[in-house]
């Protein structure tokens, strides 16, 4: 899946979405879209950032 928001002037996000999410739980991508909203960040120079960062969940291997 990839994650995606915009980071304002005053270091808080705006506009996050999960995109191309092969996960099927819109449970889990809502939690991870509320626990970015929450983030904070140093203001950015020169205005607003727009951020994508991709998600790779792999499914846990038993280990024994």
């Known amino acids: 899946m990839m994650l995606s928001w915009r980071i304002v002037e005053d270091g808080a996000v705006e506009e996050v979405a999960a995109t191309g999410s092969t996960l099927r739980d819109e449970e889990i991508e809502r939690c991870l879209t509320t626990r970015v909203r929450a983030l904070r960040f140093p203001r950015p120079d020169g205005g607003t ?8 969940f792999h ?6």
Do not use: F
């Open 49 to 56: 950032v727009n951020v994508e960062y991709p998600l790779v």
């Open 59 to 64: 499914q846990a291997v038993d280990p024994t």
